[in-house]
């Protein structure tokens, strides 16, 4: 049975992902007796997605952990909302005030196995299909890697380039997930935004997608989280 004073779990999907990219850790979850709600955000703009957010907390009773994958780390961080009690960053960007997710994905030189990056006409940024298992999930297995090409939903380049205002991160606890083996995300940038959060840190040998690959891992993190609220 489900603790009507536990935090409900909001959890945000980063660039060339849906929802769907966190069952399983949806699944480890709801077994638990723990209420979740995955937020479909639209990847249009950093507004856009903050706000889509804000509609699923709206659906949410109480307290509220937003945890977010890669570019949701920038949306979560962006939340205004104060049923926000705790974050977690699962290998996810973290600007502070006045950078964009840009200066932080662009701190260090790419992987050599990550893809080159570059908007269609309409700018919309896509990643090639064999991104996905060189790059963005090098440790899932072959179905899983189809599968996240088949359903990848594009990342505009608005999301990318806008200043964010005064980081949630900087009022309420945060954790966060280190990837050692992420190809997309330098593990370097993730310790040192991290580091500056003074985020609670797990750092792990596990690749950029690790809610699809680890994730029992990411449940372990997210429960702390709850925990820490619910105390």
Sequence with gaps: MTNASAPTVVLVHGAWADGSSWHKVITALQRAGTSVIAAPIPLTSLPDDVAAVSRAIDRASGPVVLAGHAYAGAVIGASTRPEVKALVYVAAL??????????????????????????????????????????????????????????????????????????????????????????????????????????????????????????????????????????
């Design 94 to 231: 973290a600007p502070d005030e006045h950078e964009t997710v840009a200066d932080v994905f662009y701190r260090t030189p790419p992987h050599p196995q990550a893809p080159e990056l570059a908007p269609d006409p309409d700018g919309f940024i896509w990643l090639p299909p064999s991104a996905f298992g060189a790059a963005f999930a090098q440790n899932a297995s072959a179905a899983e890697h189809e599968l996240l090409a088949a359903v990848q939903r594009p990342i505009s380049r608005q999301c990318i380039g806008l200043p964010v205002g005064p980081p949630l991160w900087k009022r309420v606890p945060t954790w966060y997930l280190r990837a050692e083996e992420d190809r997309m995300i330098d593990p370097a940038t993730q310790a040192f935004m991290a580091e500056r959060m003074g985020a609670q840190v797990q750092s792990h040998t596990v690749d950029h997608a690790p809610l699809i690959t680890a994730p029992e891992l990411v449940t372990e993190l997210i429960t702390a989280a709850s925990d820490h609220v619910l105390v």
